[in-house]
C-alpha cells in the first residue's frame, strides 16, 4: 500500500500458477473482480460512516 494525495493505493497480483492450470488461471480471472468489487463497498461504507 502507498500513500496518496487523495488516499491510499492499494496493489493486489496473484503469480504462480503454472501453464498446465489454466483453470486455476482463469478462475482467479473471474473471482477477483467480485472480490475487489466487494471491498471496493466496504471501503466506501467505511468512509462514509466515517464523516
Known amino acids: 500500500m502507498a ?3 487523495t488516499g491510499t493505493r492499494l ?4 503469480t504462480g500458477f ?4 489454466p483453470m ?4 482467479a480471472k ?5 472480490v475487489l468489487d ?4 466496504v471501503l466506501a461504507r467505511l468512509e462514509k460512516d466515517a464523516r
Not at 466487494?38 to 463497498?41: E, G, S, T, Y
Open 11 to 14: 496493489r493486489m497480483e496473484q
Open 3 to 5: 500513500g496518496t494525495a
Open 24 to 27: 486455476y488461471c482463469g478462475g
Open 38 to 41: 466487494a471491498l471496493d463497498k
Open 30 to 34: 473471474q473471482g477477483w473482480p467480485r
Open 18 to 21: 503454472a501453464a498446465d492450470q
